[in-house]
Every structure is written in C-alpha cells, then in structure tokens.
C-alpha cells in the first residue's frame, strides 16, 4: 500500500506486527486483542470480548497508560525531501531509521518546489504570527506571479546543484564528499520503524 505525498513523495506500509491472534490477514481488531492481552498480563486474563475490551482500550489511550501500546508497531518506507527528515529526526521516541544517505549511490534528481499559491498564502500567514518557528520576515510575498518568480529562481539553483554534483562526481570525488552541494529539498527515502507508542507520540505532535 503507497499512498503519493506531493510531487515526488510517498509512504508505504513495509511491515506491522503486534497481532493477539495468529492470522495470514491479521486486521485492524487482530492488533488491538494483542493490545489488550498485553495489558491484562498483570491480572492473569486475556481478551474478554469487545463490549467489555473496547473500553478498556478507550482508557488506555486516554489515561496515558502506553507500555501495552508498546506491543504492536510498523514498518514504513517514505520519500520526502531531506529537510523533512531532519524534523523526523528530532523526535525522542523509538524510531529506528535507515536512509539512503548518497553515500553508495547517488541521489535521484527529485526536488521539492512548494505550490505557487500555497507558498504565497503561507508566506503571507507567516508575517502574521508571533510563532518564531513560522515567521519568516516582515514582508511577505506580494503576489501570485512575485512567488511564481522565486519558484523560478529555486529550479534554476536545483539545477545548478544537480550540474555540480554530478560533475564532482565524475572528476572523481567519493559519493559522501561529492553530496557536499546537494540541497535539503532534494528527496531521499527512507525506513521508519517503531511501536505503537512510538507513533502515536509522533502523529500526535506531527498533527
């Protein structure tokens, strides 16, 4: 299952696991048994039916009781620009990464370049908040075509980037050092994996 983010993005679902019954298709209730018989370990009980367990389960989650969410988990594989990955990376849960990092083979020529119009409405809200993480300057873009015009400028250095990177590349530099000029909105991809209470965790600040 990939789900296409952007222009040159996605994410896949590579692996879950966490299932209280033994299945070839476990579902969406396979996991949340194995939730559940995690969490009655202490009482020596297991999974009692869903009138009864889906309440236990609602007070799980929303009394922060998380290690028995610790037993289920996934495997994903996505592709965003490397700035994205950055932010990822920042998170203090469990994650496992693997990325390809260009050491071994070189990056594909894929470039994020935001939406004309998008750019333009949250440049404009960014001059407007008081959120240092948002703002940018005190001026923003003044229209439609000024943001189509700086998109214009963005593809050109991309362009220039990927020109330079490939010629250190066949002037013989090694791929680590020749990655040197390539920018964070290039796209690389790469595996994510984690417990359930990990993305939860993640998914809750993320949105």
Request: charged residues 25%; aromatic residues 10%.
């Given at each position: 299952?990939?789900?296409?983010?952007l222009?040159h993005?996605?994410?896949?679902?590579?692996e879950s696991?966490?299932?209280?019954k033994?299945?070839?298709?476990?579902?969406d209730l396979?996991?949340e048994?194995?939730i559940i018989e995690?969490?009655?370990?202490?009482?020596?009980?297991g999974?009692?039916g869903?009138?009864?367990d889906a309440?236990l389960?609602a007070f799980?989650y929303k009394n922060?009781?998380?290690?028995p969410?610790?037993m289920a988990?996934?495997?994903?594989?996505v592709a965003?620009p490397?700035?994205?990955?950055r932010?990822?990376?920042?998170?203090?849960?469990?994650?496992g990464?693997n990325?390809?990092?260009?050491?071994y083979?070189p990056?594909?020529?894929?470039n994020y370049?935001?939406n004309?119009?998008?750019?333009?409405?949250?440049?404009r809200?960014a001059a407007?908040?008081t959120n240092?993480?948002?703002?940018?300057?005190d001026e923003p873009?003044q229209?439609?075509g000024?943001a189509e015009?700086?998109?214009?400028?963005?593809?050109?250095f991309?362009?220039?980037?990927?020109?330079?990177?490939?010629e250190?590349?066949?002037?013989?530099?090694p791929?680590?050092?020749?990655r040197?000029c390539?920018?964070?909105?290039?796209y690389?991809?790469?595996r994510?994996?984690?417990?359930?209470?990990?993305?939860?965790?993640?998914?809750t600040?993320r949105?």
């Amino acid at each position: 299952m990939k789900i296409q983010v952007l222009d040159h993005g996605y994410v896949e679902l590579i692996e879950s696991w966490g299932t209280g019954k033994q299945g070839a298709c476990p579902t969406d209730l396979d996991y949340e048994v194995g939730i559940i018989e995690a969490a009655r370990m202490s009482t020596a009980k297991g999974f009692e039916g869903w009138e009864r367990d889906a309440r236990l389960l609602a007070f799980l989650y929303k009394n922060k009781h998380a290690t028995p969410f610790e037993m289920a988990g996934m495997t994903i594989e996505v592709a965003a620009p490397i700035f994205v990955f950055r932010e990822w990376h920042r998170h203090r849960v469990p994650f496992g990464y693997n990325e390809m990092s260009a050491r071994y083979v070189p990056l594909p020529n894929e470039n994020y370049i935001p939406n004309a119009q998008v750019l333009l409405d949250r440049s404009r809200a960014a001059a407007k908040t008081t959120n240092r993480q948002a703002s940018g300057t005190d001026e923003p873009l003044q229209s439609l075509g000024h943001a189509e015009d700086t998109l214009t400028a963005l593809s050109l250095f991309y362009s220039a980037a990927d020109k330079l990177y490939h010629e250190l590349l066949d002037h013989g530099w090694p791929k680590e050092l020749a990655r040197l000029c390539v920018p964070v909105g290039r796209y690389s991809r790469m595996r994510a994996t984690s417990n359930l209470r990990g993305w939860l965790a993640f998914l809750t600040l993320r949105m």
